[in-house]
């Protein structure tokens, strides 16, 4: 008997020019550095191992964050890029506020290629949380759209 679809995926692909054409990692870069792209890496990298297309998070995981990720980083550090993140539209601010999650059109746009891909009929998707147009349904035929519970 099958179970319910899994959320996480476990590969994300990043595309290759992510350091020619993309503006917003250009800004990532000069405000923050190495250390602020890995942090916005990492916590990319945490919504597509859990959930797949968001990552419950919230400013008291800083530290917790900041201790998994290593290599001087401070939980200062991760609250600083975690707020330009929001800033330059890294991460959408809005669900942020009202979900306590961390998501974006990119990472939702990442999750969409990979269910097409891993043929994952009947995953649901919290439609409050997500950013992208579902009027498009060819890009929606393997998903189920489903409220969260407030």
């Known amino acids: ?14 595309y290759v020019d992510i350091f020619y054409n993309d503006i917003k990692i250009d800004k990532l870069l000069d405000a923050h550095g190495w250390p602020g792209f890995g942090i916005y890496f990492y916590l990319c ?15 008291d995981l800083c530290v917790s ?6 290599g001087g980083i401070s ?13 330059v539209g890294l991460f959408d601010k809005e669900l942020f506020d009202r979900w306590g999650i961390l998501t974006s059109r990119g ?23 997500w950013l992208l147009d579902i009027s498009k349904n060819e890009d929606y035929q393997d998903v189920v759209f489903v409220h969260k519970n407030p």
């Open 107 to 129: 990472i939702q746009k990442s999750y969409l290629v990979v269910l097409k891909n891993k043929n994952r009929k009947g995953t649901e998707i919290y439609e409050e949380y």
């Open 45 to 59: 990298q945490m919504a597509f191992g859990s959930e797949g297309y968001y990552y419950e998070w919230g400013y």
């Open 75 to 87: 939980s200062s550090t991760v609250r600083e890029t975690v707020g330009y993140c929001f800033s």
């Open 65 to 70: 964050t900041a201790r998994k990720m290593g």
């Open 1 to 14: 008997m099958a179970g319910k679809p899994k959320k996480r995926i476990d590969c994300a692909g990043w």
